[in-house]
């Protein structure tokens, strides 16, 4: 994958951050009014956009569950600030990451799915339970939006993950193919025969060291600490490989460059001595943020934020545990393994399948 400040959030491909309200959704219930007044739930409403919930609306449009996608802040997802994706399977040329999602979306829309430009704050979800906020009592999920509320019988959460950014002058600037990546699995096989840095010093960042060592020709690791966080098996791997340098206590200050990163300069922290490290490309492998901060509250979490389950179904670990029927997780926000376009994609397609299950029962 590269990106392009063109592509940035899609705006060249006619993805803007924020679209106006688009296909028939229910309209806002007026204060005060009666139940049976008040909408009809929507039989699936799919949370997020990106590669995962276009997935998952594509197969179930397709099963005429006439699915509501609810677009949030990044209309597309993640996969629209990339120029080119070589690893989506179907396209031997690539194919620029806009383009991807546009066709997908194409794809969801002509078979009947609907898209609305709102981001959910909360999710309230129940058998038994009423609604406090919703007022109805009859359906089983309430979506409250930053402009409105939604009532679905099965909700598909695909919300994505953010990844984490160091925050230093230059990021920005080589950002999306001219240096600066957030994906080593993605980006990796551009910088063939390259001098890169990995920052970072968890399993992620091991991973991504050795991965680049295979064909890049130096792999420098910047670590803010004297030790890896990876595990004992990982870093001895690293610490042996020939290829592998790594640099201790290293704080990252800059990028620098032209039109291309051509270095980054780092701080060491013990003797605040700065130095320039030549390289092409710095893969960032700090971490991601999932997108659930929102679902909290009803979503079981694991310690990072990602939403447990066993494939597309979500489960607790409480003892007896919640029942989580008819809401599925799908994607980036469910995976802290995998992150990649297909991956997300598949588990939107099986997110989608077991909504239509539980809905004809
Ligand atoms: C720079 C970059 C390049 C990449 N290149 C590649 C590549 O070449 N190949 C590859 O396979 N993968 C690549 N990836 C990874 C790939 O983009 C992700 O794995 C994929 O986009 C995950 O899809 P997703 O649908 O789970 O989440 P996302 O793409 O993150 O989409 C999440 C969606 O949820 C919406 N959302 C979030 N919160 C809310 C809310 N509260 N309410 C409503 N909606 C919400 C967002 O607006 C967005 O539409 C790249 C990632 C990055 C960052």
Not at 52 to 62: D, F, Q, V
């Amino acid at each position: 994958m590269v990106q392009s400040e063109d592509s940035r959030f899609g705006a060249a491909l006619g993805f803007q951050r924020k679209r106006p309200a688009q296909g028939r959704a229910p309209p806002k219930p007026p204060p005060g009014a009666s139940a049976q007044r008040q909408p009809q739930a929507e039989k699936l409403i799919i949370i997020g956009s990106g590669c995962a919930g276009l997935s998952a609306a594509i197969y179930a449009a397709r099963a005429g569950l006439e699915p509501l996608v609810i677009e949030g802040s990044q209309p597309g997802g993640q996969l629209t600030t990339t120029d080119h994706v070589e690893n989506f399977p179907g396209f031997p040329e690539g194919i620029s990451g806009p383009e991807l999602i546009r066709n997908m979306r194409r794809q969801a829309e002509q078979f009947g799915a609907r898209f609305r430009s709102e981001r959910i704050r909360r999710l309230e979800f129940s058998a038994e339970e009423k609604f406090p906020r919703c007022g109805r009592p009859d359906v089983q999920k309430c979506l409250q939006g930053e402009t409105e509320s939604l009532w679905a019988q099965t909700v598909i959460v695909a919300v994505g993950a953010t990844p984490r950014k160091l925050g230093i002058p230059g990021e920005e600037k080589f950002f999306g193919g001219r240096g600066v990546s957030t994906c080593a699995t993605c980006d990796g096989a551009f910088y063939r025969h390259r001098e890169v840095v990995v920052v970072g010093g968890g399993d992620s960042a091991c991973e991504d060291a050795l991965f680049l060592a295979r064909f890049c020709s130096r792999v420098h690791l910047v670590h803010r600490r004297d030790r890896l966080r990876a595990s004992k098996i990982m870093a001895e791997r690293v610490r042996a490989h020939e290829k592998i340098s790594i640099l201790w206590n290293s704080i990252p200050v800059r990028l620098d460059g032209d039109e291309r990163l051509a270095s980054l300069r780092i701080r060491q922290g013990e003797t605040s001595k700065e130095q320039t490290l030549p390289c092409s490309a710095v893969f960032l492998a700090i971490g991601q943020e999932p997108n659930t901060i929102p679902f909290r509250d009803a979503l079981p979490l694991d310690e990072r934020g990602y939403i447990r389950g066993e494939g597309v179904k979500i489960s607790s670990l409480e003892d007896p545990p919640r029942s989580f029927e008819g809401i599925f997780r799908a994607g980036d926000c469910a995976d802290s393994s995998y992150r990649q376009a297909v991956t997300a994609a598949a588990m939107g397609c099986q997110a989608a399948l077991e909504a239509e299950r539980s809905l004809v029962g």
